[in-house]
């Protein structure tokens, strides 16, 4: 089954700038579009990268979206941390059979 | 504007019965693949299943942990997706969410609505 592995928490700075990991168990994270969502405690996960790197009208560009085929991952940088980007942050792409997949899931901190 | 709105959540005992709904609006509803998710208390989000949309075939798949359990339909006529979810465990306390991806946007997101299985 395919998977999607993130690191459990990362914590940075205000000001810093972060990047999350979520790597492809097999296959290629490149052959299907990655998304990245963040939630806040008792909300919705919303959307901040779309299709690999596309920006929603509304998110701050110190959010993109890459994809690395080298180490089969995709990557969440926010650059210029504000605290309220402190959130759970899920990446989602498909398997094989274009079944959803969603990763574990990054709590990032912002102190 | 695109809208989700899910109902139909509340408490029920193990082994029974609940039908969640998601009102759909602001999209060509016929033509959209649809997912149902859900997040259990402190939990990842976790794939239930999904309803493609009927002019692909109509067909549903659903995750391993509620495959022959939960079903998904879709009232075409009234913008409506469901989720049938039969022999209910404790493990299905969540809260559910309907989406939907619709291609070159970034997808869609209800607000939820919370199932808990408890006796």
């Known amino acids: 089954n395919f998977m999607l592995t993130q690191p459990h928490s990362v914590s940075e700075s205000p000001g810093k700038t972060v990047t999350i990991s979520c790597t492809g168990s097999s296959g290629s994270v490149a052959s299907n579009y990655v998304q990245w969502y963040q939630q806040r405690p008792g909300s919705a996960p919303t959307t901040v990268i779309y299709e690999d790197k596309q920006r929603p009208s509304g998110v701050p560009d110190r959010f993109s979206g890459s994809i690395d085929s080298s180490s089969n991952s995709a990557s969440l940088t926010i650059s210029g941390l504000k605290t309220e980007d402190e959130a759970d942050y899920y990446c989602q792409s498909y398997d094989s059979s274009n079944h959803v997949v969603f990763g574990g899931g990054t709590k990032l901190t912002v102190l | 504007e695109v809208q989700l709105v899910e109902s139909g959540g509340g408490l029920v005992k193990p082994g029974g019965s609940l039908r969640l709904s998601c009102a759909a609006s602001g999209f060509s509803f016929n033509n959209a693949w649809m997912n149902w998710v859900r997040q259990a208390p402190g939990k990842a989000l976790e794939w239930v299943g999904r309803s493609k949309s009927k002019s692909e075939g109509g067909t549903t798949d659903y995750a391993a942990p509620v495959k022959g359990r939960f079903t998904i339909s879709r009232g075409d006529s009234k913008n409506t997706l469901f989720l049938q979810m039969n022999s209910l465990k404790t493990e299905d306390t969540a809260v559910y969410y309907c989406?939907?991806?619709?291609?070159?946007?970034?997808?869609?997101w209800g607000r939820g609505t919370l199932v808990t299985v408890s006796s």
């Open positions: 989406t939907t991806p619709l291609t070159g946007t970034p997808g869609y």
